[in-house]
């Protein structure tokens, strides 16, 4: 392996052997002592889980369903640990949660999305974590909002948790099919261009939705350069108490992680430049012609805005859209590319032309006498 290859992301005491990535696996749920010692040992007889996760406090939709174990989950947990020898992490919801957690000395703890999307929960988080000097993983909220992700982290950092990653479960949409949870990957990319050298896991159970999607989530994951998986995993999946359907059995995982394409370690940085170089070249050609095809476009909405204006027409014409819409979705369709694709980016380039013309008919009104 090239000595420029690309490193794991420092995170906690833990280290993945070279070409591997992060694992980080357990139930859903702890359920009993018996589930737990089962899990963890077979986990660690596979070697390549690097942190057991459990939920011990669950955060339910509704009411009426398990909502774990409580505080006899810690006991289990440091039970699992003294037996098997694998670090747990757990989460947190509230400052008595992290009392408990880190009483039982907790090797990490994560924050939920439900809890991601409040600051007011996560800076009492925050403030009860000071000085506890424990790793901190930090899922994204439910909703698309890049902002509080980052703020969360940013709360956390300012009150010395310093030691972060951040953990990828997906995002709320009305119609996230084939997944529970829509992915939104370049909400990823912007995170890491945001904080380059944080810690990404990506949680594939909470965005499949369902075991036999798990697997193609997770290489996808990797094929993004994320560092590392947070998996569920029980040994008997359909026995579950809670999230049964997104949950896989240790050997499944076992069989998934032999057949995952991880590039976050075999990769030479430079020869992939190398090869690259000539088409990202020609993409960046492409990319500023673009650029100026919108600044002519743009030209022609001020013109076009002007004229109606003076007409009294309407900003927006819905029966102009409607017909451009369907004669680009046919073009993409002729020459082979997605008709998704093409509606969504027009719907952007149309959204900020409506607007563009609306600040235009605004200002020439402010200026009439």
């Known amino acids: 392996m090239s000595a420029a290859a690309r490193r794991h992301r420092p995170f906690g005491p833990w280290t993945p052997q070279i070409g591997e990535p992060w694992v980080i696996a357990g139930p859903c749920s702890a359920e009993s002592l018996e589930q737990v010692l089962e899990t963890a040992r077979a986990l660690k007889a596979d070697g390549r889980t690097l942190l057991f996760r459990a939920g011990v406090w669950k955060p339910r939709t509704r009411p009426g369903t398990f909502e774990g174990a409580g505080y006899n989950a810690l006991e289990w947990l440091q039970i699992m640990r003294a037996e098997v020898g694998l670090p747990f992490v757990v989460e947190v919801g509230n400052p008595q949660h992290v009392e408990r957690a880190l009483a039982a000395k907790a090797d990490?703890?994560?924050?939920?999305?439900?809890?991601?999307?409040?600051?007011?929960?996560?800076?009492?988080?925050a403030e009860a974590l000071k000085g506890a000097k424990i790793p901190v993983l930090v899922k994204n909220p439910i909703h698309a909002d890049l902002g509080l992700w980052i703020g969360a982290l940013e709360r956390l950092d300012k009150l010395g948790s310093s030691d972060l990653a951040a953990v990828h479960r997906g995002f709320f949409a009305a119609n996230p099919e084939p997944y529970r949870n829509d992915p939104r990957w370049e909400l990823t990319f912007e995170l890491r261009r945001h904080a380059p050298d944080l810690p990404i896991f990506c949680d594939p159970s909470h965005i499949a939705g369902q075991r036999d999607l798990v697997e193609?989530?997770?290489?996808?994951?990797?094929?993004?350069?994320?560092d590392g998986l947070m998996i569920e995993i029980h040994p008997s999946p359909d026995d579950a108490l809670s999230d049964a359907a997104q949950q896989i059995t240790p050997a499944r995982l076992a069989a998934l992680l032999d057949r995952l394409a991880n590039y976050l370690e075999r990769a030479d940085p430079e020869a992939i430049l190398t090869s690259l170089s000539a088409d990202r070249e020609g993409l960046d050609f492409i990319d500023a012609q673009l650029v100026e095809l919108l600044q002519n476009r743009q030209h022609i909405v001020e013109r076009l805005a002007q004229r109606k204006l003076e007409l009294g027409a309407s900003v927006f014409q819905m029966d102009r859209w409607i017909n451009m819409l369907e004669q680009r979705e046919a073009q993409a369709k002729d020459v082979g590319i997605d008709p998704k694709y093409v509606r969504a980016f027009f719907e952007l380039v149309h959204r900020y032309s409506v607007q563009h013309q609306a600040a235009i008919y605004q200002a020439q009104r402010r200026e009439e006498p």
């Not at 990490?108 to 988080?125: C, D, K, M, N």
């Not at 290489?219 to 994320?226: E, G, K, N, S, V």
């Open 108 to 125: 990490a703890v994560w924050l939920g999305a439900r809890t991601t999307v409040s600051p007011f929960y996560v800076q009492e988080i």
């Open 216 to 226: 193609s989530v997770a290489q996808i994951a990797m094929d993004l350069a994320l």
